[in-house]
Structures are given as C-alpha cells and as structure tokens.
C-alpha cells in the first residue's frame, strides 16, 4: 500500500524553482533514506512530503493504513528543534507523553495506552532512567533522543526524521539504526529519513532517495531501489 506519492512536483522559495520533476512513491512499511549534497533541497523534499509546503505543480498525496481524518498519523523530528521553549512540559517524561496529548493535529492521534507507549519509547531510545530530569539538563544528543522518542510514541504510521544522526557517536548511530530496523520489520512503520551517512545505514534500506542536480539549476529526485534491505509489504 502506496503511503506517500509526490507526481511531477516542481517547487522554489524565489522565482527560481529548487525542485524540479520529483516523482517519489513510498510504499507502507519501507525504509527510506533521502540523501544529496548540502543545499540540494532535502529538508524542503520532506517539507512537500509532509505537506508543511504546497508544490507550484504536481501533486503530493498521503494514505496509508491507521488513517486519520484521512490521512497517516505522521511523526517528525526536524533537524533544528523547536520545541524546547516555553509552552512545552520542562520534564522528559511529560515531553514524550505530551506528544499523545496535543489533539486537533494530523500529527498525532489519541490512544488510550498513552503510559505504556511513552514508557516503551523513552526506553527504545535509552532514556527511560532519565524520564524525571529537566530537558534544561540535557545533552544535545540526549535531547534529540527524546524527540525521537516522543515521536515513536505517537506509533505514526510514517516517521519522518532530518538528519537524525548529526552529532551521535558510532554507538548511538549502531543502536539508532537497530530501532528504525526494528520500528520498520515489526512494527510496520514507513521510515523516511535525511541522512548523510549513507553508507553505513544503506544495508537497511529498501530505497534511496537521491537529489541530483539538473543542469540548468535545481535538482531532481532520483529513486534507487537496488538497496539490500528486505522490503516486508504491511497489509
Ligand atoms: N525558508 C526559506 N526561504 C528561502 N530559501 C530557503 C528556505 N529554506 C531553504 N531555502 C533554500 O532552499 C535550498 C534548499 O534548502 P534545504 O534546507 O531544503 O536543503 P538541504 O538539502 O536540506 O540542506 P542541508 O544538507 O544543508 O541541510 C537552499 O538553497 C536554501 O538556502
């Protein structure tokens, strides 16, 4: 089942388009890497797919199963984040679980195991120990865990990650790429993620994203799907 089809999308912030002919399909439960140089529009791909920007032409679509109000629940870490100011809970456990509480938004749905799947969050990303320190308190990278966190909590459909990997060392990246393998073969979770450490995630992919760029300015989706990863359809 098809969760995400962007159809000849073309797109820019000036008068000058940035993309140009992205015609990317996101099957449900595959593991999905963007990758291209730095200023090649990536975190603006995943803008359009998430529909956070409207194309100047073409067509971005979102389904998929779990849908609601017509569309997946869709979880996603920025690659700047915001959401340590003021009008957020200042405690990691109420951060992860607020997640499950904001209602009215397409981000997230309600559930009734709200505890359970906050708890179960904070300790796939390590920090259930640290479930009653003070976000002021942290490290970056132990922040940008609990982003994760209190995004996998949501249970999306979709997990939308921009570069979640910057700044974590070579355990945390190991350990990050065993539960994104995991949320993706078990649970049937859609990862799609900017990455610029392709080489060492691409075994666990089913598909690459790559922004080329076109000859006469902007750049273009290239899909490649000859990845070794194991593509397990979610009915
Ligand atoms: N809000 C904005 N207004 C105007 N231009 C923007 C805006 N956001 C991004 N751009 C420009 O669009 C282009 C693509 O930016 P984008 O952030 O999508 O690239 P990226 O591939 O994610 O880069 P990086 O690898 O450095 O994170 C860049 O030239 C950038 O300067």
């Known amino acids: 089942m098809m969760i995400v089809s962007m159809q000849d999308v073309q797109f ?17 439960g595959e593991f999905v890497a963007i990758t291209g140089p730095n200023g090649a529009a990536k975190t603006t791909l995943l803008k359009l797919m998430l529909r ?12 998929g199963k779990g849908m609601q109000r017509g569309r997946p629940v869709i979880g996603y870490v920025p690659q700047q984040i915001a959401a340590f100011n003021s009008g957020f809970p200042s405690k990691v456990l109420e951060f992860v679980r607020s997640g499950r509480h904001s209602s009215g ?28 320190r003070r976000i002021g308190e942290l490290s970056g990278g132990q922040k940008q865990r ?14 939308v990650l921009d570069e979640p990997t910057t700044g974590m060392d070579m355990e945390s990246r190991s350990s990050f790429y065993r539960l994104m393998t995991h949320l993706v073969r078990s649970s049937g979770m859609t990862v799609v993620m900017v990455t610029h450490s392709l080489e060492e995630v691409r075994p666990l992919l089913d598909r690459i994203i790559q922004l080329e760029r076109k000859e006469h300015g ?5 899909t490649t799907t000859s990845c070794s ?3 397990v359809p979610v009915e």
Request: proline residues 4%.
């Open 218 to 222: 902007g750049w273009k989706c290239c």
């Open 229 to 231: 990863g194991h593509f």
């Open 105 to 132: 938004s397409w981000f997230r749905r309600m559930n009734r195991d709200d505890e359970q799947r906050t708890e179960t969050a904070l300790r796939q990303v390590g920090m259930w120990e640290l479930r009653h």
């Open 146 to 159: 609990i982003c994760l966190a209190r995004a996998i909590a949501q249970e999306p459909d979709l997990l």
């Open 52 to 63: 956070l920007l409207q194309p100047w032409k073409g067509s971005v679509q979102l389904t």
């Open 12 to 28: 820019g912030y000036s008068d000058v388009p940035c993309l140009q002919d992205v015609n990317v399909d996101i099957m449900s």
